[in-house]
């Protein structure tokens, strides 16, 4: 993710950005075996993230070559939603991220589909706190990339 918006690049190194050659040579494998819809699972970026993990992420044309879900965490705080709001349109391979909400993933897994749910809760702050769910992707297969669901 370019956390720079506009110009130039900036990138969080304690993440998949501070490792790019190990990352391409990750995704660069996952194409050359033609592996069929393959999800990244990430976390530690107190956010939610859906994101299409491209063969070259500076060609927006690019293949897409994953899916990649990052859950928020529980009660650790992130980033306000505004500066994440900024690097959006310098990351179209973002089809989604909100930091607004602490809570998980939740997936149901079948031959055919994955569905993730985005469950945020309404505070983390009392026990009995209500759960709702922000957002729904699907990634089908054979087909590359996630979907909203």
Not at 4 to 15: E, F, H, I, N, V
Not at 61 to 75: C, L, N
Request: include cysteine.
């Amino acid at each position: 993710m370019d956390e720079l918006p506009g110009p130039g690049r900036r990138a969080w190194t304690d993440s998949w950005d501070g490792y790019p050659a190990a990352r391409q040579r990750l995704l660069d494998s996952i194409a050359a075996r033609k592996i069929q819809n393959p999800v990244v699972i990430g976390g530690d970026i107190h956010a939610f993230n859906v994101c299409q993990l491209k063969a070259d992420f500076d060609d927006p044309r690019s293949a897409v070559v994953a899916s990649e879900f990052v859950g928020t965490s529980i009660t650790s705080q992130g980033w306000p939603q505004e500066r994440i709001n900024e690097f959006l349109p310098d990351n179209p391979h973002v089809l989604y991220a909100d930091g607004r909400y602490r809570g998980y993933v939740g997936v149901e897994l079948t031959q055919k589909r994955w569905l993730a749910d985005l469950r945020a809760m309404q505070t983390v702050q009392q026990r009995d706190s209500s759960c709702s769910t922000l957002a729904s992707f699907a990634v089908e297969d054979g087909e590359p990339g996630p979907l909203r669901a």
